[in-house]
Nanobody, 116 residues
Framework: QVQLVESGGGLVQAGGSLRLSCAAS????????MGWFRQAPGKEREFVAA????????NYADSVKGRFTISRDNAKNTGYLQMYSLKPEDTAVYYC?????????WGKGTLVTVSS
């Protein structure tokens, strides 16, 4: 079993930045691809970004491309989502997840609120 704990969310003004962290425990973090997802109020959860197990491949949703950066530090069992130029429409609960063939493990999320 893997436990994931997100942190770093909060209230920020439009145009600001935040860095989210995802701390993993329980199994070898470096065995898994990692992703970030978000769910805004009244909307379905959506994909934000993903990174493969060794950090050599990343993928982003079009809505965040050029503004968000996903990364990971396998030595620290931690993943990150650096968010720049935040917009009110980025307001959501952000979740990290780990995958072997599907998104097997999920954290409980951290709330990001972007004020206009």
């Amino acid at each position: 079993q893997v436990q994931l704990v997100e942190s770093g969310g909060g209230l920020v003004q439009a145009g600001g930045s935040l860095r989210l962290s995802c701390a993993a425990s329980g199994r070898t973090f470096s065995n898994y691809a990692m992703g970030w997802f978000r769910q805004a109020p009244g909307k379905e959860r959506e994909f934000v970004a993903a990174i493969n197990s060794n950090g050599g491949y990343v993928n982003y949703a079009d809505s965040v491309k050029g503004r968000f950066t996903i990364s990971r530090d396998n030595a620290k069992n931690t993943g990150y989502l650096q968010m720049y130029s935040l917009k009110p429409e980025d307001t959501a609960v952000y979740y990290c997840a780990l995958s072997v063939t599907k998104w097997d493990y999920w954290g409980k999320g951290t709330l990001v609120t972007v004020s206009s």
